[in-house]
């Protein structure tokens, strides 16, 4: 079964940059669709962003300017772009990927195991 593997995450001064990418341990057929979550300590998981699969993205207006989504198909693999960050950032991120193994495969999504990033002086 495919995993996807998250790196990327750290301290991070604020005003600093961290790039999180989450990469399928496997070829895979398809993305059709991808996003970030994370959580914050007592907090419930949240959306960051997201990206379908003609394109189009959505951030949460906490991050709108500051984050962005990306991803390379050749790569199987998906990216967070975070600028001008600040300690409202910090949280645990996961990535979430809605993909189909094979041609003749199902649509299934998949979570990353999440990876921690703490903005801090």
């Known amino acids: 079964q495919v995993q996807l593997v998250e790196s990327g995450g750290g301290l991070v001064q604020p005003g600093g940059s961290l790039r999180l990418s989450c990469a399928a341990s496997?070829?895979?057929?398809?993305?059709?669709?991808m996003s970030w979550y994370r959580q914050a300590p007592g907090k419930e998981r949240e959306l960051v962003a997201a990206m379908m699969d003609g394109g189009s993205t959505n951030y949460a207006d906490s991050v709108k300017g500051r984050f962005t989504i990306s991803r390379d198909n050749a790569k199987n693999t998906v990216y967070l772009q975070m600028n001008s960050q600040n300690a409202e950032d910090t949280a645990v991120y996961y990535c979430?990927?809605?993909?189909?193994?094979?041609?003749?495969?199902?649509?299934?999504?998949?979570w990353g195991q999440g990876t921690q990033v703490t903005v801090s002086a």
């Open positions: 979430n990927v809605r993909l189909q193994m094979r041609s003749w495969g199902p649509i299934v999504d998949y």
């Open positions: 496997e070829r895979i057929f398809s993305i059709n669709a």
